[in-house]
């Protein structure tokens, strides 16, 4: 009988032990606000026209609302196998965002993904959110938000590029990118990279469909810097072009933050060209910001984003944005935002992710909004 119940105890305890070597969390995040812009339109066609004012509530004005699950294993000896499923929604309809497939949506449009950690930094496989977008948040005052950033101003790269915004996919590298493998270096001396590299699977094409990236970033003493080179072999070919494997899309930048005390500065760089038809795509994006926390929940920033096109010089845009938000507490944000884009020729630059300009029509744009994270 003693022996019974120490062989119960004893595997009573294994189940306890295997329980703390693994987790399991639910987590999300719902943003929304109120939106004003002058000006509109009902997509991001290049014949688009004006479509007026428009009042709106908008689901992200900092970043999109979505919800995931995410867990490890420990495995011993410094290692844990990790997974990870997230996707965004509407907060003002709760209908799924946008896929790679034009026009579907996904349940996990974001990450789904299964890796492994170590010693040996993290490699992941799966579809997941680019390492490019967080070194570009990194050297953006803005942090890449969906309101006026360096995020909305490399979307306005994708648009000049002619991406129709129906899909994820965009033309000058991507938000996020399906079947990608991705490796992440320890952090050395504030130093670290990212590789990426993602298979296209067409057939009698080894090249066609395949991306690859890689990311440098420091962060030290207040100083952050990133360098960006992304290629893509025919993920988003010119309008009737065929596959070839060949580039036709590459994406690089540099960046810079500096932070003293609570007070920050940000300049980057970036260039986004299609080799293959470089006559039609040769895009130039610049960034300038600076920003103020006043106290540990305040903070004011202010930045600017101009884009030119190399081949038609008339082809520029330039957006001013203003913004500030509070925490209220650990878990929700308010924040107001305002800006305003002039678009020339046929550029159309957006200020707000997922709120499309008219080509050559400048817009201003104010939100408010609520920001809860569970």
Known sequence: MKMKLAALAALAGCSALAQA???VTLYGVIDTGLLYQSTSAASFSPSAPNTGKVFRMKDGGIYSSFWGIRGNE?????????????GSFDSG????????????????????????SGPFGTFTAGRQIVPMIYAMADTDVRNAQFFGSVLTAWLGLNTAAGW??????????????????VYQSPTFAGASIALE????????????GTRESVVLRYANG????????????????APGVAPTGVDNNRFVYAGAKYTIHDFSVSASYGNGRNPSHADKVNLDMLSAGVGYRFTPALQVTSAVYYLKDRNRSENRSTAVVLAADYSLSKRTM???????????????????????????VGTTAAMVGLRHNF
Request: aromatic share 8%; glycine share 16%.
């Open 74 to 86: 420990d495995i011993g000896g410094g290692y844990k196998i990790n997974f990870k499923l997230q």
């Open 334 to 360: 308010v924040y107001a935002q305002v800006g305003h884009v002039n678009n020339r020729g046929t550029m159309d630059q957006m200020l707000v992710y997922g709120q499309p300009v008219a080509p050559g």
């Open 21 to 23: 070597q693994s987790s």
């Open 164 to 181: 129709p915004g129906t899909s994820t996919n965009g033309a000058i590298g991507a938000l996020y990118d399906s079947n990608a493998l």
């Open 93 to 116: 309809t709760g209908k799924l965002q946008l896929s790679d497939t034009p026009g579907a949506v996904a349940i996990f449009n974001q990450v789904a993904s299964l890796g492994v």
């Open 197 to 208: 590299y993602a298979p296209g699977g067409v057939p009698g094409q080894f090249q066609g």
């Open 222 to 237: 207040g100083v952050n810097l990133s360098a960006v080179y992304y290629n893509g072999h025919d993920t988003n070919p």
